[in-house]
């Protein structure tokens, strides 16, 4: 085997997806092979940009089927494996948890297995900063060493494998694993959603509606899904030592909003849209998180604040290049089209 080329291949599942088709364009931006892994749920709209690279391939393949996987590995042999690919979010996963449990947990840890078995170096977890739930002291910050809380199916699995990532299977020089809990995440991408917070608050205040929110006092950080991508990077060309069996928080400290404060900075933009707010004392998802870790110790800094990803989607739906805003692609679960 070439080892250079060796060392410039990447296997992503889940590339065609918000973060992953952002990645992929990254990666070959930056010389490396792309093997992306999708079963294109939600279309390969997203890849059309980068569809005849030298370097890009899709292989549409399920990660559930195990076999199939690990013959892919066995054939690639990548340098690396960024696993970007699950049942995304609350109510996703509220609604298949079979599916959830089988796609985030059982096939992660096939790929994980399958991933080692192959001598993969770099492996890169997508996981998410829900797993810390709902603060025990209001007002305070978590950060990697808090207690994990989670609340939701989609934190449990995240939590699970985490866990196993890190902590269970055995240590090996040769293996690089690291988790990177994710903020919630905003912003443009190929495969746009809008069942995102900001994306969401910013969509119908420019469409002209009245938006309605329930809870606006509880506290989530966010991150701009661009800089996901420069955070996985960072990680990529760490030393090893920085990050081997390491985790951590992936976002900027300030970027910490409640509701009202997103809401506050979309109408600095938009005077003229109308809220209006129902009362939600109970939130199991309220925290503030601190991002010092990958600051401090891979140099990691964002590129974007809220206020310039709210103006980026505001551009986009105004000059019509986000195209029905309201279809069901950009959703991950059914709407009422």
Same mark, same amino acid.
């Given at each position: ?8 291949? @990447? ?25 992306c892994a999708d ?16 370097? /890009? ?17 066995r054939e690639e ?11 995304? %979010? ?32 770099? /492996? ?17 910050? @978590? ?7 989670? @609340? ?41 959603? /809008? ?12 469409? %002209? ?65 109308? @809220? ?14 601190? /991002? ?34 309201d279809h069901q ?9």
């Amino acid at each position: 085997m070439d080892r250079s080329k060796h060392d410039k291949k @990447v296997f992503i599942t889940g590339g065609a997806g918000y973060i992953g088709s952002i990645m992929v364009r990254r990666l070959l931006q930056e010389g490396y092979q792309v093997i992306c892994a999708d079963i294109l749920n939600f279309g390969g709209g997203s890849l059309l940009g980068i569809w005849d690279h030298p370097r /890009f391939e899709l292989k549409k393949v399920d990660i559930m089927d195990h076999a199939a996987i690990n013959a892919l590995l066995r054939e690639e042999s990548p340098f690396a494996v960024v696993h970007l690919a699950a049942i995304v %979010g609350d109510p996703a996963c509220r609604m298949e948890p079979e599916l959830a449990t089988n796609t985030n947990r059982d096939a992660s840890n096939n790929l994980l297995e399958a991933a080692m078995n192959c001598g993969v170096e770099r /492996f890169i977890f997508a996981s998410t900063c829900s797993n810390y739930g709902k603060m025990k002291e209001a007002g305070g910050f @978590v950060n990697e060493d808090s207690e994990l809380r989670p @609340v939701s199916l989609y934190a449990e699995l995240k939590v699970e494998f985490e866990d196993r990532l890190l902590n269970q299977i055995e240590k090996r020089d040769d293996f690089c694993p690291t988790a990177l809990r994710f903020a919630t995440v905003y912003g443009i991408s190929p495969r746009m959603r /809008f069942d995102l917070t900001v994306n969401e608050f910013t969509k119908e205040l420019a469409l %002209g509606r009245e938006l309605l929110v329930f809870g606006n006092q509880f506290w989530r950080p966010y991150c701009h899904v661009s800089d996901f991508s420069n955070a996985m990077m960072t990680v990529l060309h760490a030393p090893k030592e920085k990050v081997a069996y390491n985790v951590f928080n992936v976002g900027d400290t300030n970027e910490n909003y409640t509701k009202q404060m997103i809401v506050d900075a979309i109408l600095e933009q938009i005077p003229e849209g109308r @809220v209006s707010y129902v009362q939600k004392d109970e939130d199991p998802r309220d925290y503030r998180v601190n /991002f010092d870790k990958i600051r401090d110790t891979l140099g990691f800094k964002i590129s974007k604040t809220v206020p310039e990803g709210i103006a980026d989607i505001l551009r986009g739906i105004r000059s019509g290049v986000i195209e029905n805003a309201d279809h069901q692609r950009h959703y991950n679960i059914p709407i009422n089209s």
